[in-house]
């Protein structure tokens, strides 16, 4: 086996290589590490590395097999952490200078989970400044680029963690979604991404309020079995986050063992309120959404109407960042990247009426979006309107593309994401195809409150039938 398959084989086949010492954990790692450092400077998907702690964590991995002790459920599986997240002893920056210099002295819970399951962390990805866009750029690290295009970016917030899964130069990421933070960037890296239902993986300490009811913790991978692996571990209730739900004792490994024989599948190229969507795009998630009628489900036009949830959604995000970051915004506004500066003077401007306005239009869209699941088991919809592109950056804010005669916004960018971080519902979004310039493609599938499950089959049944994961970026 080469050093490249090694670098892009799903961390279930990696598992039992490991358990059967065919490959140890100490050469997987090392491979990566020689991997990383040499396709790292052209994409900057990592910002911090813990080569060291990785090289450690791997050799006590492989003599805890040859000592026959029971094997763990990541058993020296290379792993990354988004820089938004605690790591104990690494710098975490949140992608912002205010944090330049922070080392963690705990990690967070669901970190902790992974290093329980014999994960070997590797390193911390890149993010911009306190993940307040869907996209991949900072004053600390600068940008992380597209490995199938660097002329372009990663997509965010999750950015390094997708384009890090993309190049090969790590087996699982560890992102999080405010609006499509795992989602956006796996589209736009042609990975796959889940985002579990609000509260399914615990988020603590978490110290900020931007976000706060709506950032979902979740897998960034290859293969959709290695989600699941992932979601097993990570999943789950802990005393320490108000928000997280009970255990829901599926070992979701197994449940992708079955399809379902019976779904009724909706889909909407618009949400009712999108403006934009490149033909391309539309068209390739049409072709790939009739695949699934091989199975016996119903496929349809849902002819879903949401109400447009943009302007409360910019409502609740802007004022948590407004709280969180008022003094500085007031006393050094230019530490700040010009975008957040933005979002945090929109909080300050925001009156109380405001806010329980974008209070009840969530629950509205909530209303909306249980309506919908009284008919249907899943949503289909494409994940992004447009695919990777070179956006405009930090000292003079984010420009977005142009489709036909509509220059997109920062909601626009994110449109079919966002309204199901306000809802709390599961959803993940799968390689679709590729456009003509060679750039991925990625469906979304969004399912009811809790259920993952299916959401995870369904996933399962496309890779079957339209597999991606032998096409691989290359690297001059």
């Known amino acids: 086996m080469n050093k490249e398959d090694i670098c892009f084989m799903s961390a279930f086949e990696m598992r039992e290589k490991i358990k ?6 100490v050469e997987i790692t090392e491979t990566i590490i020689e991997r990383i450092e040499k396709i790292n400077p052209k994409i900057n998907a990592y910002c911090t590395i813990a080569f060291d702690m990785a090289r450690e964590t791997a050799k006590k991995i492989d003599d805890s097999i040859k000592n026959g002790e029971d094997p763990k459920e990541l058993m020296g599986i290379p792993t990354s952490i988004k820089d938004l997240m605690l790591l104990k002893g690494v710098r975490t920056t949140y992608g912002s200078l205010l944090y330049e210099n922070f080392i963690p002295e705990e990690d967070e819970i669901v970190v902790k989970r992974l290093k329980n399951a014999g994960c070997v962390i590797i390193g911390k990805t890149n993010t911009p400044e306190f993940g307040h866009v869907a996209l991949t750029n900072n004053k600390i690290f600068g940008e992380t680029l597209n490995p199938w295009d660097t002329e372009t970016n990663s997509g965010g917030s999750s950015g390094g963690a997708a384009a890090s899964i993309a190049a090969g130069i790590g087996t699982l990421a560890l992102g999080s979604d ?14 796959y ?4 239902t609000f509260g399914r993986i615990p988020r603590y300490p978490h110290d900020f309020l931007s976000f706060w009811s709506m950032d979902h913790y979740g897998p960034i991978v290859r293969y959709v079995i290695d989600a699941a692996l992932m979601l097993n571990v990570m999943k789950g209730y802990s005393p320490a986050d108000i928000n997280s739900l009970p255990d829901d004792n599926i070992d979701y490994v197994k449940e992708l063992a079955e399809t379902p024989k019976k779904l009724k599948i909706g889909y909407s190229m618009t949400l009712g309120f999108g ?14 959404i009739h695949k699934f009628e091989q199975f016996g489900w119903n496929v349809e036009d849902s002819n879903l109407k949401i109400k447009n949830p943009g302007k409360a959604f910019k409502t609740l995000v802007s004022i948590g960042y407004a709280y969180d970051l008022q003094k500085t ?4 506004p230019d530490i700040l990247t010009v975008d957040l500066n933005s979002i945090i003077r929109l909080g300050l401007d925001t009156n109380s009426m405001n806010i329980e306005k974008a209070r009840d239009q969530r629950k509205r869209l909530y209303e909306e979006t249980y309506q919908y699941f009284k008919n249907y088991d899943i949503l289909i ?6 695919p990777a592109f070179k956006p405009g950056w930090l000292e003079s804010g984010t420009t ?17 994401t966002f309204p199901f971080n306000m809802t709390g519902l599961p959803a993940a979004t799968i390689p679709s195809g590729w456009t003509k310039s060679g750039l991925p493609i990625g469906m979304q599938i969004v399912g009811k409150r809790f259920d993952e499950k299916t959401v995870l089959q369904v996933s399962k049944a496309f890779e079957d039938v339209s597999p991606w994961q032998q096409k691989r970026p290359t690297f001059n």
């Open 329 to 332: 915004f007031t006393e050094n």
């Open 400 to 416: 977005f593309p142009t489709i036909g005669k509509k220059a997109l916004s920062t909601l626009d960018w994110i449109t079919y």
């Open 20 to 25: 059967n010492q065919e490959l140890t954990s």
């Open 193 to 196: 991404g889940l985002k579990p």
């Open 381 to 386: 919809t494409p994940t992004t309107p447009c």
């Open 178 to 191: 405010g609006g499509g933070s795992i989602r956006i960037p796996s589209s736009c890296c042609g990975v």
């Open 275 to 288: 403006k934009a969507l490149e033909d391309e795009i539309k068209e390739n998630i049409l072709d790939s």
